[in-house]
């Protein structure tokens, strides 16, 4: 059922409002208009296109909280923080992550992506990796969006260590696990306080 212009512009106002990483491609499936029609629409609202909207939301959460990495050193763009708790950050692959003869992404910006982010997710000024379990589950593609997700499973403040658990998926299918084990220089092991 095609909408109204009025109509639609609202409602795309509304689901951009409520999920500001939503793709063009995703609004005009929603919309069952074309992806033309979306970024005429979004122009027509002032509504940015998707990276910005995402580095906007992301320099909004993060700036000043994120400790032991500066934004700009993250690979892939960081869009949820909660520090010692969970993260997500997203890389979409470009020509420069991929083989040029088989357009696969190289694994290791696949693990920076993991690692950067569980380095951010320490709250501390200070956080190295000191060990790291990973798996390759399948290969990610050049235009393919990898989400990283992390998680803290175990502080350990007297230890000066951190777990970080991170999955990374493209759409619902995972792609690339990662167990991060991270030393922090925790001040609070020195006083005998825990977070």
């Known amino acids: 059922m095609r909408r109204q212009k009025k109509e639609r512009q609202q409602l795309l106002k509304n689901t951009i409002r409520d999920n500001p ?9 929603k919309f069952q208009v074309s992806i033309q029609t979306i ?4 122009l027509e609202l002032s509504i940015p296109e998707l990276r910005e909207r995402i580095k906007h ?20 763009e960081i869009i949820d923080m909660e520090l010692d708790v969970q993260g997500i950050s997203i890389l979409d ?8 003869r088989n357009n696969i992404a190289r694994g290791h910006h696949l693990f920076a992506q993991a690692n950067s982010l569980a380095v951010a997710l320490i709250d ?9 379990t990973i798996q390759y589950v399948r290969p990610v593609k050049l235009a393919e969006r990898v989400v990283a ?16 658990e991170v999955r990374s998926f493209v759409e619902n299918e995972i792609v690339f696990t990662g167990k991060f084990e991270m030393y922090r220089s925790s001040k609070n092991s020195e ?3 825990s977070k």
Do not use: M, W, Y
């Open 21 to 29: 990483f939503i793709t063009d491609e995703e609004l005009a499936e």
């Open 39 to 42: 970024r005429l629409d979004r």
């Open 57 to 76: 939301v992301a320099v909004q959460q993060l700036e000043g909280n994120v400790k032991s990495l500066p934004l700009d050193e993250v690979v892939g």
């Open 93 to 100: 692959i470009g020509i420069e992550h991929v083989f040029k």
């Open 124 to 132: 501390e000024e200070l956080a190295l990796t000191a060990k790291a």
């Open 149 to 164: 997700k992390a998680r803290v499973s175990n502080i350990e403040n007297d230890k000066g260590r951190t777990v970080v």
């Open 191 to 193: 006083d005998g306080s």
